[in-house]
């Protein structure tokens, strides 16, 4: 297939030593860092970049690791462009410092080189258990154990990451990366239990009978949302999530890849416009699919995807036709096609119509791309948490991140709604103190003869 030559693919190397110092050598070191307030966990972007440029690895490493549990996977699939590196002061003449590579180049080297080794602190804050291993789970983990809480992770899957390990592809996250990450935690004291599910038999009721003082709650939006049209439930229609999750399992060979719903000579149409409807697509490249067809019903300048991921994949052959509306899956045993009616657009500051005319697009095979939303095993199994109208936890302010249940916190996807990878670990670290000072409070009670109320 012709386009098998043209994957953007991960780069082993990303910087070399002398790029990384170069690039860094080029920052102002500005008075107010607007990089940093572009950051959702205000990352230390300049003093990490110093430290780089004074060929500091070890120093930058740690610099890091103040804010950051995750900086291997932040420096891959962090939207760079719309946050450090679109704030920084030198993107206004298109040289911005290229933030994210330098992150990545710092966070492989002491991946690879052990440049800085984890402090394991006395386990004697409190015992908490986390339930998820994805971006929100391994950052309340790593933050908790780093001031001295036992962590323990519980994860239905066999390996941990979450998202991070079965949601995101290997082209644009490799994997070992994911391991590399989940390792350093790991060796900050967090013990994790794997293929384990938290709901129907081992309860949140039963973590606190073991003896857990708090539980974190970081399950991310498992469900995929659906389409309510016509023929959506023929053979061949997929979610992308099911979709990117079969191809993780292949590559680890969990499972077999004839069993990956798209093969060679498939003709594919993605629903959606974000960047998980870009990695299906990239990834149904990838699986050498005849064809595949992104369909936008907004403007092609709207699309919710990094403009970054866009490009790369029409650089790979994907075809997006925007302005086109979902109206019906076509077929009879299997689904053959869609079916949709073409948006005008009437100008810009106005609001698109929706016509009568239609067109057929062929496909045997459809992948919907639309979101996704929680699921509710784990808040069906436990009195006391509340959700919203959509299924999103609530939680309180004050400690923040505690649900309407005393001791249950969650944060992350779970409760906001689908976000970047940084800004569920942004509201996890909040999350983190929060839990820290309820169970400081909750300790400094029972040393006086009380108990905490609701």
Known sequence: ????GRFIEYDPTGFTLREAIIE????????????????????EIPDFIQAMANGNLGLASTIIAHRSNLPAVCGRV????????????????GKGIKIGKIERFIADMDGELSLTA??????????????????????????????????????AQ?????????????FRLPKQVVRREVKKIANLGVEFKLNTMIGPSLTIDKLFADGFDAVFIGTGNALAKSLPLPGIK??????????LQMVSLANQGSISSIEVPIHSGDNVVVIGAGNTAIDAARTAVRREAAS???????????????????????????????LRSPMELIGEYFVTGLRCNIVHDPGKDKNLIITEKSTIIPANKVIIAIGQRPASRIIGSTKGIEVDKAGYVKTRPNPYGMTMRSGVFSGGDVVNGPATVVKAMKDAKMVAKGIAEYVEAKKLMEKCGLKMID
């Open 1 to 4: 297939m012709e386009n098998l």
């Open 24 to 43: 860094a050598k080029r920052c102002l070191n500005c008075n107010k860092p607007l990089c940093r307030t572009g950051c959702p966990i205000e990352n």
């Open 78 to 93: 962090c939207p760079h462009e719309k946050q450090c590196e679109g704030a920084c002061i030198l993107n206004k003449r």
């Open 118 to 155: 984890a402090i394991i602190k006395k386990k004697e804050a409190g015992k908490i258990a986390v339930i998820g291993s994805g971006p929100a789970g391994l950052t309340v983990a790593g933050d908790l154990a780093k001031i001295g809480f036992s962590v323990t992770v519980f994860d």
């Open 158 to 170: 066999q390996e941990a990451g979450g998202v991070l390990m079965y949601g995101i592809p290997e």
């Open 234 to 243: 023929l053979p061949g229609v997929m979610q992308a999530t099911y979709f």
């Open 292 to 322: 595949v067809t992104i369909i936008n019903r907004n403007r092609a300048e709207e699309m919710a995807a990094l403009p970054s991921e866009v490009s790369a994949a029409c650089d790979e052959g994907v075809h997006i036709i925007s």
